[in-house]
């Protein structure tokens, strides 16, 4: 399934009915007087969030969106039928707002939740409504308004209470595989993952927590550049952020990383493999701070994958690195985890129930 996060669709409220202009013609009722009756109001447009809905994919195929008209009135004060009402169902997560002006109309985040997107144009009025002591038989009625008309955006963002975020190939997809039942596409070389993935961790007590594999960060992602424009999104909801630095240094960088003050800080060498690491969490911390909406202050944990690839005194070495890092930043000391393994997973997860405030029994 295609993973589709922006949509642009057009929503056309129905048009009212038309009021008629009829008189009573019936046996021993003279003068019967004016029966038109008012048109029925036009189909309203509603959008409604559906939690068996991922992605904006059928937005794709359709991109307009009409409720049925209202119908005209009938004799015998008789009003015309409503049109029905059209509801559009989208993933629970979307933001709906307006192309002309940007302006946020809806963020539709419970299951069933609804929002009026265009309402329905009034019906018209019959002669009988125009019925007055000066005007015994009036020949007037009105025709039906329009209805509403909207060019709407709609942006889909994850709900997932914890973002593994990180620079490619540093094992993102590798964690929620072993984390949760998803099954992301793994692979040994960098931007494998093109698209969110989401897992789904439980505890021990059988609640589950909904975490999100961010497609890789790098250098310029704030401005456009690689995949994690387009993504960022998807971690501003996100209660804590899981941030994966390769212990081995081997991090795509999407370019030659610039000097940052807390590379200049470490006094590890290449042998060691202190500045690489120390690197590799620059650009991603630049790219938080860039984008903005709150990120590099959301509660994050970090950690060290691929532990597998070193031994013991490299790791603690690395951890001894990060430190600075983290407690500049009032973070929780960072882990160091195997995913391949499973060494160290029991300890993240221990530290992101800790985090979000949850028990693990």
Same mark, same amino acid.
């Given at each position: 399934?295609?993973?589709?996060d922006q949509a642009r669709v ?33 189909? +309203? ?6 939690? *068996? ?6 937005? =794709? ?16 004060? $008789? ?12 993933? $629970? ?5 307006? $192309?002309?002006?940007g302006l946020l109309l809806a ?6 939740? %609804? ?11 019959? *002669? /009988? ?20 008309? !909207? ?9 997932? %209470? ?6 490619? *190939? ?14 992301? =596409? ?10 969110? *993935? ?35 999104? +998807? ?6 952020? @899981?941030?994966? @630095? ?19 800080? /470490? ?17 991603? %911390? ?38 600075? $890092? ?22 993240? =997860?221990?530290?992101? !129930? ?8």
């Open positions: 399934m295609q993973f589709i057009l929503v056309r409220a129905g048009r009212g009915g038309d009021g008629i202009v009829a008189f009573r013609r019936e046996k021993y009722v003279p003068a019967g007087g004016p029966s038109g009756g008012d048109g029925g109001r036009g189909g +309203h447009v509603l959008l409604r969030a559906d939690a *068996n809905l991922q992605t904006l994919l059928d937005f =794709r195929y359709r991109r307009e969106f009409q409720a049925t008209d209202g119908r005209r009135g009938g004799p015998n004060r $008789c009003s015309g039928a409503g049109g029905e009402d059209l509801v559009i169902r989208v993933p $629970c997560g979307t933001e709906v707002r307006d $192309c002309r002006t963020d539709l985040t419970e299951p069933d939740q %609804e929002v009026l997107v265009a309402a329905g144009g009034r019906g018209g009025l019959g *002669n /009988a409504h125009y019925l007055s002591n000066r005007n015994r038989a009036p020949e007037k009625a009105t025709e039906g308004k329009a209805g509403e008309e !909207w060019l709407l955006q709609l942006e889909l963002k994850l709900l997932a %209470e914890v973002g593994i975020i990180g620079l490619p *190939n540093a094992g993102k997809s590798t964690l929620i595989a072993a984390l949760s039942a998803a099954r992301p =596409r793994i692979a040994d070389y960098p931007f494998t993952t093109l698209v969110p *993935n989401l897992g789904v961790v439980r505890r021990p007590s059988g609640d589950g927590t909904v975490f999100a594999d961010i497609p890789g960060l790098i250098a310029g992602a704030a401005d456009g550049a690689g995949l994690g424009h387009d993504f960022l999104r +998807h971690i501003e909801r996100t209660r804590l952020l @899981v941030h994966l @630095v390769d212990a081995s240094g081997g991090g795509a960088r999407g370019g030659e990383a610039e000097e940052d003050e807390d590379a200049g800080e /470490a006094d590890g060498s290449a042998a060691d493999g202190s500045a690489a690491v120390l690197a590799d969490l620059a650009v991603v %911390e630049r790219e938080l701070q860039a984008y903005g909406h709150g990120l590099a202050e959301r509660p994050r944990l970090l950690v060290l994958s691929k532990a597998e690839l070193l031994d013991q005194a490299a790791i603690t070495t690395l951890l001894a690195a990060l430190q600075p $890092c983290a407690a500049a930043r009032n973070l929780p000391p960072a882990l160091a985890i195997s995913a391949v393994t499973g060494a160290g997973l029991a300890e993240l =997860r221990r530290a992101v !129930w800790q985090q979000l405030g949850l028990q693990e029994d």
